[in-house]
C-alpha cells in the first residue's frame, strides 16, 4: 500500500498506538475491524487500546472516538441488513444466469 501523507499521521510521530488508532477512527469513521485490519492488529486489540487504555492517555480524545464507536454499535444493524440482503441478491441473480438444458432421449 502506497503511503500518502494522510497515512503518515498514523504510522508515524510522536503519538501512542491508542491515539494513532483513535485519531484513525475519528477522521475515516472506521470501524474497530477496519481500524485492526490499517493497523494489523486484533480486533479486540483495537476495542482495548480505544476504550480502555486511551481514556487514561488521553481522556479528551477517548471522549471522541467513544461517540464514533456508539454511532458504529448503533448502525451495525444497518450494515448487517444491507449485506445479507446483497448476498441474496447476488444468489437471485446467479440463478436466474443457469441455463436449463432438456433432457435428451
Known amino acids: ?6 497515512d503518515l499521521i498514523y504510522t508515524f ?3 501512542s498506538r491508542e491515539e494513532r488508532i483513535a485519531y484513525y477512527i475519528i477522521e475515516t469513521g472506521a470501524t ?3 481500524a485492526a ?3 494489523g492488529i486484533s480486533k479486540s486489540t483495537v476495542h482495548k487500546d480505544v476504550s480502555v487504555r486511551l481514556r487514561t492517555i488521553n481522556k479528551q480524545l477517548y ?4 461517540k464514533v464507536l456508539a454511532r458504529n454499535k448503533a448502525e451495525r444493524h444497518i450494515r448487517g ?6 448476498k441474496y441478491e447476488r444468489m437471485r441473480m446467479k440463478s436466474s444466469e443457469k ?3 432438456p433432457k435428451l432421449i
Request: aromatic fraction near 8%; charge should be positive; avoid cysteine.
Open 1 to 6: 500500500m502506497k503511503n500518502t501523507s494522510k
Open 13 to 15: 510521530g510522536e503519538f
Open 32 to 34: 474497530v475491524r477496519v
Open 37 to 39: 485490519k490499517k493497523f
Open 63 to 66: 471522549n471522541e472516538v467513544s
Open 81 to 86: 441488513g444491507e449485506a445479507t440482503k446483497r
Open 99 to 101: 441455463i436449463i438444458m
